[in-house]
């Protein structure tokens, strides 16, 4: 599976921004898809995931409220909506997948896109 993040910018405190996957190859659908992100000078920190059928995500603490994962099957494609932003979202966020919903927190992920910077101003 290849991976292409895009969507990030620069938005000001408050504001939303969506964030974009799209994956490549004929098993997309069978892969479990996480969102992560590194801040600078920070660990990779998780952000969201979602079971292959798109039930029951999961997000990290810190957006919990504020970001909501989707997916598309038909057009491979994961989605992070990101509202109510605070400059401590700041970071490159990473779109990851991986066969199985174990460990779905830890960046233990089979592939992983390039990246895209997010950047919050106060």
């Known amino acids: 599976v290849q991976l292409q993040a895009s969507g990030g910018g620069l938005v000001q405190a408050g504001g939303s921004l969506r964030l974009s996957c799209a994956a490549s190859g004929r098993t997309y659908s069978s892969y479990v898809m996480g969102w992560f992100r590194r801040a600078p000078g920070k660990d990779r920190e998780f952000v969201a995931a979602i079971r292959r059928s798109g039930g029951n995500p999961a997000y990290g603490d810190s957006v919990k409220g504020r970001f909501t994962i989707s997916r598309d099957n038909a057009k491979n494609t994961v989605y992070l909506q990101m509202n109510s932003l605070k400059p401590e979202d700041t970071a490159v966020y990473y779109c990851?997948?991986?066969?199985?919903?174990?460990?779905?927190?830890?960046?233990?992920?089979?592939?992983w896109g390039q990246g895209t910077l997010v950047t919050v101003s106060s």
């Open positions: 990851a997948s991986r066969y199985l919903w174990t460990n779905y927190d830890q960046p233990s992920y089979d592939y």
